[in-house]
């Protein structure tokens, strides 16, 4: 069983950063993919930024402003936000692939308000 956990939301004025950590711990074998998504009230979970097959996978919305990072040794994805907007507000959600597995953290929140 592989057991997922974020951390790093909170609330940041607009144009501020947040960063945000993954740890993937458990019986895990070879990761394929480990990513972040995020759901806003009332609409869908969305892809933000994701490692897939050895490249970066980032959504339009955030291209530029966001960056995806991992360390492969602590099994640990980064997510460094900078240049926050207000729509940028979300749970934001980790997924680890192991093993043909999708395992997902439980969320954390992030808050871009003035």
């Known amino acids: 069983q592989v057991q997922v956990v974020e951390s790093g939301g909170g609330l940041v004025q607009p144009g501020g950063s947040l960063r945000l950590s993954c740890t993937a711990s458990?019986?895990?074998?070879?990761?394929?993919?480990m990513g972040w998504y995020r759901q806003a009230p009332g609409k869908e979970r969305e892809l933000v930024a994701r490692?897939?097959?050895?490249?970066?996978r980032y959504s339009n919305s955030v291209q530029g402003r966001f960056t995806i990072s991992r360390d492969n040794a602590k099994n640990t994805v980064y997510l460094q936000m900078n240049s926050l907007k207000p729509e940028d507000t979300a749970v934001y959600y980790c997924c680890v692939n192991s093993a043909g597995y999708n395992t997902w953290g439980q969320g954390t929140q992030v808050t871009v308000s003035s």
């Open positions: 490692f897939i097959s050895g490249t970066i």
């Open positions: 458990g019986r895990i074998f070879n990761i394929n993919t």
